[in-house]
């Protein structure tokens, strides 16, 4: 625990500017991020005596080793800054917004040359349309179907799409009618994009406009004596106010607004979001969070208008946002909305009247929603604080462990020996700081071998991080085992992440496993991280230099936590360790030539026809390939010679021996990479 005072800024040094400012642990990871009309004034108040501080700040103060401040022109800017800090940073002691549930959306892919519409989840892709988000899928696709009759767009999938051009025929929606059938040339492309921008037009909600143009249609028909004609439009008006039917309308006016309620209470806090488009209930979201930071409601509802338009920019703002509480001050933040919708917005609470009634229904949602996250036992604040405190008090530490990072051992009957390191903080899985390792100092089956190294290569990495930073004198006994390993050991070159070390590593196996880890910290001088294993047979906790293990009782929450981390590190060893193997057995010869690329592969099998007849190539005949070098092509014939010849392709009908003439006439991609 740090004290405050030792990286307290002197005084005068802080700017009375606004600005955003961070603060850092003693591993440098940005822990809070905030932001202040007057630098000095905001940062002096977290300088104070402890006894008077919340004591969530009081954590985070104590936790920290340094802070730093940007300075900017406006407040806006520094809730701009703030915005992109957080989620750069993602620091542990800001408001995180998670979503309670996957909410659906109905998706128009205005970026593909024939726009679809479909079903939705997760992140929001540039280029398309988005509605809703609603509650439930099946919802979406009610609604889709009732309209597909006037707007016949596009719904099916890429391949049936491909295949039904090729086939030149459509598939069933363009036989009844509730697709244009673009696939194959009904429609050309822009009359078929038109559709769909009719179909955005009217979930955008301007529904009145489009209904009298078909009521006007229909009429002219029934004039003109095309009664079919009309009977058509007539379905299609009947159709169309179906669909709006299941939107029912809610404010008069037809506004186009959002809502957001907030529920609370000490610990945590719930978010529901009712987005409002001409007057009907478009879509519905929800977010729970942990309070990790001392917030108030007009807090919690500034990180959710963050949330909620970080990334939007014109109709995806609407004209007004409609609060449980404003903002203190609130002319940054209708601002910073006005400049991302590109006009004026409102924000303000409702006073009276049927905007009042329909908030009041938003926040019974949110109470109903932080009611049905406290069931949730991963995600209870509380449960989580009492398992950490349990495994504390098992293994004998001096503080809840709030970063345990566990290692497993995979393979399959001794080969593609893989490993997984999982980590959790909090209580809670980090996916994006899990991590897979390859055996590579031995070849076989060596459990306990193997979680040496892995050990010791996860924190030989963080020694070095350490180095660079100038924090770590290196032992002299580990001096050359960290030489050894000098290339980066994670999947995606971030080696930064092996610069924040565990409170405890857990290893999924008993005494050998735990010893072996163990081994491998002292080897490299690491003594300030606790080791302990979790055997699979009796669930028993095996600690280093121990006889007997550690029995936790069956309805611990502590056990559970542990039995958490381990089988999601062996989850993660046997995805990895069997997609290795897939890959393995999908190999040829060519994916064993170094340097050697998939682009450059195809070029060689499509002008050769076949593995075998590039065998048969010489150097310079390799060399005509587009692409491919003299070094190149000499390593490929030196790779090949090597290489064991390719069986004789067998009809399997009639037992006739397949020329290679024969061979090369089909797709030769794939038949290449099984030669």
């Known amino acids: 625990m740090a004290d405050p005072s030792s990286y307290r800024p002197k005084p005068g040094q802080i700017p009375e500017s606004p600005g955003v400012y961070k603060f850092r642990d003693e591993h440098g990871r940005v822990i809070y991020v905030g932001k202040a009309k007057s630098l000095r004034q905001r940062l002096s108040s977290y300088f104070q005596d402890l006894a008077n501080l919340h004591p969530r700040t009081r954590t985070m103060v104590t936790t920290a080793a340094a802070v730093e401040w940007t300075v900017v022109s406006t407040e806006v800017e520094a809730l701009q800054l703030e915005y992109s800090w957080i989620k750069e940073f993602d620091p542990r002691f800001n408001v995180k917004y998670r979503d309670d549930k996957s909410y659906p959306s109905l998706a128009v892919t205005l970026n593909e040359e024939f726009p679809r519409v479909q079903v939705m989840r997760g992140a929001k892709k540039k280029g398309v349309r988005y509605f809703g988000p609603y509650a439930h899928a099946w919802a979406i696709r009610e609604t889709v179907d009732l309209m597909l009759r006037v707007f016949p767009v596009r719904t099916c999938s890429a391949g049936v799409f491909k295949r039904s051009a090729q086939i030149g025929r459509p598939c069933l929606l363009g036989y009844i009618g509730k697709c244009s ?90 978010v529901q979001i009712f987005h409002v488009r001409g007057g009907r209930v478009r879509g519905q979201r ?8 001392a917030v108030d409601t007009a807090d919690l509802v500034e990180h959710a208008l963050q949330q909620l338009y970080g990334e939007e920019r014109g109709d995806a703002v609407p004209k007004e946002v409609l609060v449980p509480a404003v903002p203190e001050p609130a002319e940054p933040v209708t601002q910073w909305l006005s400049e991302r919708r590109g006009s004026r917005v409102d924000l303000r609470i409702p006073q009276r009247g049927d905007k009042k009634d329909l908030m009041a229904t938003v926040q019974r949602n949110a109470q109903q929603a932080l009611a049905l996250h406290k069931t949730k036992r991963a995600s209870d604040l509380t449960t989580r604080s009492r398992a950490l405190e349990e495994v504390a008090e098992a293994l004998g530490l001096d503080s809840a462990p709030l970063r345990i990072e566990c290692f497993d051992i995979s393979h399959f009957q001794g080969d593609d020996v893989v490993a997984s390191m999982v980590v959790f903080e909090d209580g809670l899985a980090r996916k994006g700081e899990y991590r897979r390792f390859q055996i590579k100092s031995f070849a076989g089956q060596d459990d306990v071998r193997s979680m040496h190294e892995v050990v010791g290569r996860r924190f030989r990495r963080y020694l070095q991080e350490k180095q660079k930073m100038g924090e770590w004198e290196e032992p002299e006994e580990a001096h050359e085992a960290t030489e050894e390993t000098s290339g980066p050991l994670d999947d995606d070159g971030r080696p930064k992440r092996f610069a924040y070390p565990p409170q405890l590593v857990v290893v999924d196996g008993g005494q050998p496993q735990v010893a072996a880890a163990k081994r491998a910290l002292d080897e490299l001088g690491v003594d300030d991280v606790a080791v302990c294993g979790l055997a699979k047979r009796l669930e028993e906790v095996w600690l ?39 890959k393995s057995m999908k190999a040829g010869p060519l994916d064993s030539v170094p340097g050697l690329g998939e682009s450059r592969k195809q ?55 397949i020329e290679d003439e024969a061979a090369s006439s089909a797709p030769s991609a794939s038949r290449g990479t099984r030669s």
């Not at 106010?241 to 610990?267: G, H, Q, S």
């Not at 929800?286 to 930071?293: F, I, Q, S």
């Open 181 to 270: 059938a673009p696939c194959v040339g009904r429609v050309s492309a822009q009359e078929h994009r038109e559709l769909a921008e009719e179909f955005c037009d009217f979930m955008a909600g301007r529904t009145g406009t489009y209904i009298r143009r078909l009521e006007q249609r229909m009429q002219e028909a029934a004039e003109e004596m095309e009664y079919e004609k009309a009977a058509r439009l007539r379905d299609d008006i009947g159709a169309l106010k179906r669909a709006m039917e299941k939107n029912a309308v809610v404010l008069a006016d037809a506004t186009d607004a959002d809502l957001i309620a907030v529920a609370e209470d000490e610990l945590e806090a719930a």
């Open 286 to 293: 929800g977010w729970v969070t942990d309070k990790v930071e």
């Open 544 to 582: 280093p230099d121990e006889e007997d293990p550690v029995v936790l009782p069956r309805s611990s929450e502590g056990l559970y936590l542990l039995q958490r981390v381990r089988d999601e590190a062996h989850r993660f060893a046997i995805t990895y360790q069997r997609s290795k193997r897939a």
């Open 603 to 657: 070029a060689l099998l499509k002008h050769f026809g076949s593995v075998k007849r590039l065998r048969a190539a010489t150097v310079e005949q390799i060399c005509e390939v587009p692409g491919v070098g003299r070094k190149t092509a000499e390593t490929v014939a030196a790779a090949l010679t090597g290489a064991a010849p390719a069986a004789p392709a067998v009809n399997t009908a009639t037992g006739e021996i």
